[in-house]
């Protein structure tokens, strides 16, 4: 055989040798990466004003996507207009190891979620949930998209069938959705709560989106220089209000 043909022979199984090492090559990168994130994150800001801490976390996912599985995950900081924390008995968050900056979040088990309304309240409320999944999309400029969707909502105080909020980076505004259908608990049985908020000036926000600003900091900041909301598509737009007030 000659050596032309042995190395038709030969290549595309070494090609499949030099993927694969590159494959198990990137993933322990990253695991590492996020290991040593982790570790410094631990009880520590993730951003200024905003800490995390959990009971243990295990690193894995080879070999395409590395996968961080907390148990009593906690977070807590400074809102927009106050103190605000929510933990969960279980938390994972998945990221590929390739392609677009996207990372995948689910929790179960029993959740608690305190934080302060617009008008300066302290609020809270512990519930328990069928599903709960988000994502995140970040770029050079920092968060450009972010979606949550819970099905089956149930807490003393309330219950949804569903609930979602969406926010996304476009251009020089920043668009907030919120929806939740099926709502029981406050004040009547079956409402549906649907509003799309348009705040303005959103490159005045870009330190917060890029998490190197306080939220309450760049809130005062977006104010200041005339940022404001405007809501749109609202039903029920007192209780869409009350849900999008802490965020503003």
Do not use: C
Not at 132 to 149: E, K, P, Q
Not at 182 to 200: D, H, R, W
Not at 221 to 246: D, I, N
């Amino acid at each position: 055989m000659s050596y032309s043909s042995r190395l038709w022979l030969y290549a595309p199984f070494a090609a499949v040798l030099i993927l694969a090492a590159w494959v198990i090559s990137q993933w322990w990168l990253a695991a590492d990466a996020l290991e040593k994130n982790l570790a410094a994150l631990k009880d520590h800001p993730v951003m200024p004003g905003i800490s995390m801490d959990w009971t243990s976390v295990a690193v894995d996912g080879f070999p395409f996507r590395v996968d961080a599985s907390f148990n009593g995950l906690q977070i807590k900081g400074e809102g927009a207009h106050g103190p605000f924390s929510w933990s969960s008995e279980k938390f994972a968050l998945h990221a590929l190891t390739y392609g677009r900056n996207k990372t995948v979040y689910e929790a179960a088990g029993r959740q608690q979620l305190s934080w302060t309304d617009g008008t300066g309240k302290s609020q809270a409320i512990q519930f328990q949930h069928g599903s709960l999944h988000a994502s995140s999309v970040t770029d050079a400029a920092g968060l450009v998209r972010f979606d949550l969707d819970i099905v089956n909502v149930a807490s003393p105080r309330v219950t949804a069938g569903r609930f979602q909020f969406h926010l996304q980076r476009d251009g020089k505004d920043l668009n907030l959705m919120v929806r939740a259908d099926s709502i029981t608990g406050l004040g009547a049985p079956k409402k549906l709560v649907q509003a799309y908020a348009t705040l303005n000036k959103a490159e005045t926000l870009a330190p917060l989106l890029r998490a190197d600003m306080p939220w309450p900091m760049a809130v005062v900041v977006w104010k200041g220089f005339g940022g404001r909301a405007a809501l749109s598509q609202t039903v029920e737009p007192e209780l869409a209000t009350q849900v999008l007030s802490p965020l503003y």
